[in-house]
């Protein structure tokens, strides 16, 4: 498989380390870690396979570096790649918004039909999430407060679904 470039953005480090966990599962796989905050649409352009995160904030919002790093793909050339997704969020304190971050995050893209990496919603409680897309999420989520537990299991079913799915 070629190498993987994941870019995350993370406010108090939840889907950083989730980042971190995701790297793991993926084991000798080369993947490199971007935090968005950090980074520029140039080390986009060296992936073929690409990883996005963010967390939710608020009603639609993602992560703060994303709302500012997304700008830089609006006019991103995506096609040849394939790009996988992943969100945080809280499903007991905002089920009318769970991971609207993740939802947003795939309305922006330039392009969908790279996406890959859908994964079922029906393991998690909520009323509206951006991100359920014909009841499935259009991603990973993971919900660190209410279900950490799951969070292993999740990440490497995720994975070993990647590894058929990318390039
Ligand atoms: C002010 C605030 C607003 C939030 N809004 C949402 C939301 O609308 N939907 C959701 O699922 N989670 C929401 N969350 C939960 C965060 O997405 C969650 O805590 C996440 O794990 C944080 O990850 P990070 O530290 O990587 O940014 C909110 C949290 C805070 C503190």
């Known amino acids: 498989m070629k190498p993987i470039g994941l870019f995350y953005g993370s406010t108090y480090g939840m889907t950083e380390k989730v980042a971190e966990k995701i790297k793991q599962a993926f084991d000798k796989q ?3 870690l971007y935090n968005v905050k950090d980074t520029g649409v140039k080390d986009l352009a060296k992936y073929d396979n690409l990883i996005f995160g963010t967390s939710a904030w608020g009603i639609g919002e993602m992560q703060d570096d ?14 040849g790649k394939k790009l996988a997704l992943f969100g945080l ?25 790279v996406v890959v990496g859908e994964w079922p919603s029906k393991d998690y409680s909520y009323y509206f999430s951006l991100a359920d897309k014909d009841g499935k999420f259009v991603g990973l989520v993971i919900d660190e407060h209410n279900q950490p537990e799951k969070s292993g299991t999740r990440i490497k079913q995720w994975v070993a679904q990647l590894k058929k799915e990318f390039m």
């Open 30 to 32: 080369q993947v490199d």
């Open 66 to 79: 994303w709302e500012r790093f997304i700008i830089n793909i609006e006019g991103f050339d995506f096609s």
């Open 89 to 113: 969020g809280d499903q007991k304190e905002y089920p009318e918004s769970f991971v609207d971050g993740l939802g947003t995050l795939y309305c922006r893209l330039p392009d969908k039909s």
